[in-house]
Nanobody
Framework: QVQLAESGGGKVQAGGSLRVSCAAS????????VGWFRQAPGKEREFVAA????????YYADSVKGRFTISRDNNQNTVYLQMTSLKPEDTGVYYCAANSAGRPTSLKFMYDVWGQGTQVTVSS
C-alpha cells in the first residue's frame, strides 16, 4: 500500500499561484487514482480535484474549475495540484488521497490512503 506525503503549501496573496505536490512511496502508484481535498477551520473536508491512475482523466469541483489543474508523473510517483487565481476561500489544509480503484472520484470513502496535509493560506 502506498504512503503519501504532501508538500508545497504556504502563504500567498489573493490572485496568486501555488503548486502543491503529493509524493507516493511503498506501492504501485500507477494503479491508484489520486484526489485532492481541503479542509478549512470548522468546516468539513471537501473535494477539490482528482485524477485517474493513468493521468488521462482529471475531475474538478465546480469551485476550482478553470483555476486549478491536477496532473501526475508516474515516473516520479507524484501528483501535482497547480492553483492559480487563488481566493481567500481556497484557504485550508490540503490533503491528497489514493484509491485502489484507480478512478478520479470525489467520494471520500473510496480513498484508501491519506496524507498528512499541507497548509495553504490565501490572504486578501
Amino acid at each position: 500500500q502506498v504512503q503519501l506525503a504532501e508538500s508545497g503549501g504556504g502563504k500567498v496573496q489573493a490572485g496568486g499561484s501555488l503548486r502543491v505536490s503529493c509524493a507516493a512511496s511503498g506501492g504501485t502508484f500507477n494503479l491508484y487514482g489520486v484526489g485532492w481535498f481541503r479542509q478549512a477551520p470548522g468546516k468539513e473536508r471537501e473535494f477539490v480535484a482528482a485524477i485517474d491512475h493513468s493521468g488521462d482523466t482529471p475531475y474538478y469541483a465546480d469551485s476550482v474549475k478553470g483555476r486549478f489543474t491536477i496532473s501526475r508523473d508516474n515516473n516520479q510517483n507524484t501528483v501535482y495540484l497547480q492553483m492559480t487565481s487563488l481566493k481567500p476561500e481556497d484557504t485550508g489544509v490540503y490533503y491528497c488521497a489514493a484509491n485502489s480503484a484507480g478512478r478520479p472520484t470525489s467520494l471520500k470513502f473510496m480513498y484508501d490512503v491519506w496524507g498528512q496535509g499541507t497548509q495553504v493560506t490565501v490572504s486578501s
